[in-house]
Antibody
Framework: QVQLQQWGAGLLKPSETLSLTCAVY????????WSWIRQPPGKGLEWIGE???????NYNPSLKSRVTISVDTSKNQFSLKVSSVTAADTAVYYC??????????????????WGEGTTVTVSS | SSELTQDPAVSVALGQTVRITCQGD??????ASWYQQKPGQAPVLVIY???NRPSGIPDRFSGSSSGDTASLTITGAQAEDEADYYC????????????FGGGTKLTVL
C-alpha cells in the first residue's frame, strides 16, 4: 500500500519561502508523476505543478515564476518551494501521485494516492 | 483550453440517482477523473479512465463521457455521499498541465 507522508512549516510571514516535502513509502517512485495541489480556505483544488523521477517538471503558469519542485530519488521524496508568499498563498497543500494512461483513443490522468495535507498560513 | 466547468451545487434525495457533469475541451481527448472530498479530508479518487473504480469505491459510483462532457453518476445516493466532487484531466493543448474543475457540492436530502 503506497503512502505519502508530507511535512513542512505551517506558519509563514509575507515574503518568506514556503517549503514542503513529501515522502513516498511502499511503491515504485519511477513510474509516476508527483504533484503538489493546494486548496485555499473554502475554495477548490488548484494544481501547482509536478515532477517525475528524472526531474522533469511542469508548473501551473499562474504560479510558475515563484514555484520550484525538486526530487530526491535516493530518499523517494519530492519537495515544493514557493517564494515570496503572501496571504493569498494560505491554503491546505497536498502532495499526490499522478498516473498517466492511454485507453484506446483516449488519454487519462488520475491521482490515486494523496498525502494528508499540510495547512500553511501566511500572516504577519 | 485549460478549463473544466462544473455546476457549483447539486442535490439529490436519499436513494435516488444523481449526475454530476464536467465540461471542457480537454475531455474530447482525455477521460475525466473524479474525486470525492469530505470536510477536513484529502480528496479520494472515485472514478478514472472510461469507468474504473479504485478498490473500495462502491459500485453505485460510475462514470461516462460524451464529446466535451464527462459525467459522474451516483445510483442510489447515500447520506455518506454528501461531499464535494471534483473532476480533473490533463490540459489537451500539449503543455502538460493538469486542470481541476471548480467542484460540485452534493447535498443528499
Amino acid at each position: 500500500q503506497v503512502q505519502l507522508q508530507q511535512w513542512g512549516a505551517g506558519l509563514l510571514k509575507p515574503s518568506e519561502t514556503l517549503s514542503l516535502t513529501c515522502a513516498v513509502y511502499g511503491g515504485s517512485f519511477s513510474d509516476y508523476y508527483w504533484s503538489w495541489i493546494r486548496q485555499p480556505p473554502g475554495k477548490g483544488l488548484e494544481w501547482i505543478g509536478e515532477i517525475n523521477h528524472s526531474g522533469s517538471t511542469n508548473y501551473n503558469p499562474s504560479l510558475k515564476s515563484r514555484v520550484t519542485i525538486s526530487v530526491d530519488t535516493s530518499k523517494n521524496q519530492f519537495s515544493l518551494k514557493v517564494s515570496s508568499v503572501t496571504a493569498a498563498d494560505t491554503a491546505v497543500y497536498y502532495c499526490a501521485r499522478g498516473e498517466p494512461a492511454v485507453i484506446g483513443h483516449y488519454y487519462c490522468y488520475y491521482m490515486d494516492v494523496w498525502g494528508e495535507g499540510t495547512t500553511v498560513t501566511v500572516s504577519s | 483550453s485549460s478549463e473544466l466547468t462544473q455546476d457549483p451545487a447539486v442535490s439529490v434525495a436519499l436513494g435516488q440517482t444523481v449526475r454530476i457533469t464536467c465540461q471542457g475541451d480537454s475531455l474530447r481527448s482525455y477521460y475525466a477523473s473524479w474525486y470525492q472530498q469530505k470536510p477536513g479530508q484529502a480528496p479520494v479518487l472515485v472514478i478514472y479512465g472510461k469507468n474504473n473504480r479504485p478498490s473500495g469505491i462502491p459500485d453505485r459510483f460510475s462514470g461516462s463521457s460524451s464529446g466535451d462532457t464527462a459525467s459522474l453518476t451516483i445510483t442510489g445516493a447515500q447520506a455518506e455521499d454528501e461531499a464535494d466532487y471534483y473532476c480533473n484531466s490533463r490540459d489537451s493543448s500539449g503543455n502538460h498541465l493538469v486542470v481541476f474543475g471548480g467542484g460540485t457540492k452534493l447535498t443528499v436530502l
